[in-house]
């Protein structure tokens, strides 16, 4: 758990500096996010490359539960993954983050990041 101290610095760090009084807000504390897209999206709102990364572990791993998410602010160069799948089972997490790699290595290319979760279903 988070100290008081350390949770007040983060706060403050994400504020608008001094700098910029246009994007700063005295009567809110509510930190600002300038790069980050929502948490909560209905899966029906893909972005383009969402769907793609998607369709492609879904079609490479049939029956598997799979969610994407742009997490670069919508500019499609950083993606957070979770997959769920049974060939999973007895797997060490490289070897399951080895397969979705493998369906994706095309796309992966052309990604800054990527941030992976795996578990056998």
Known sequence: ML?????????????????F?????????TPLRPF????????????????LLKDRLEQGLEGAKVQVQDVSGGCGSFYAISVEHSSF??????KQHR????????EIKDMHGLQ?????A
Do not use: C, F, H
């Open 116 to 120: 992976l979760k795996t578990k056998a």
């Open 36 to 51: 980050s897209s929502s948490l909560a999206r209905p899966s029906d709102n893909l972005t383009d490359g969402e769907k």
């Open 3 to 19: 100290s008081r101290t350390t949770l007040t610095a983060l706060r403050s760090a994400t504020r608008a500096p001094a700098a």
């Open 99 to 106: 397969v979705v790699n493998e369906l994706l290595k095309d």
């Open 21 to 29: 009084p246009s994007l700063a807000s005295s009567s809110s504390s």
């Open 89 to 94: 089972k007895g797997l060490s997490m490289i």
